[in-house]
């Protein structure tokens, strides 16, 4: 059984910016979730073993740089220009298995993280 532990999540102004962090990130592919209330657990970013194959969100791209340091085990997710859209919870996801669908989806990740809380005021 793999632990994640997610932080770095916090009360941030419209065009601010935070970076969350997610260990151990292990041998995995990786992948950021988020779910607003009320709304679906949605991908916002995915990052492969090697990180080789990176995936964004349409609605993040530009302002989210999700990357990985695989000597201190940890994956991040460093996200700029917030806006009040982006306000959440926050999900590190680890898949064990090998190949990457076009668009990553919850049920295809063995580990999830507690999640972290990212308010973004206006």
């Known amino acids: 059984q793999v632990q994640l532990v997610e932080s770095g999540g916090g009360l941030v102004q419209a065009g601010g910016s935070l970076r969350l962090s997610c260990a151990p990130s292990?041998?995995?592919?990786m992948g950021w979730f988020r779910q607003a209330p009320g709304k679906e657990r949605e991908s916002v970013a995915r990052?492969?073993?090697?990180?080789?194959?990176?995936y964004y969100a349409d609605s993040v791209k530009g302002r989210f740089t999700i990357s990985r340091d695989n000597a201190k085990n940890t994956v991040y997710l460093q996200m700029n220009s917030l806006k009040p859209e982006d306000t959440a919870v926050y999900y590190c996801?680890?898949?064990?298995?090998?190949?990457?669908?076009?668009?990553?989806?919850?049920?295809?990740?063995?580990?999830w993280g507690q999640g972290t809380q990212v308010t973004v005021s206006s």
């Open positions: 292990g041998l995995y592919t």
């Open positions: 990052i492969s073993r090697n990180a080789n194959k990176i």
């Open positions: 996801a680890a898949r064990s298995g090998l190949g990457l669908s076009t668009v990553p989806v919850p049920s295809e990740y063995d580990y």
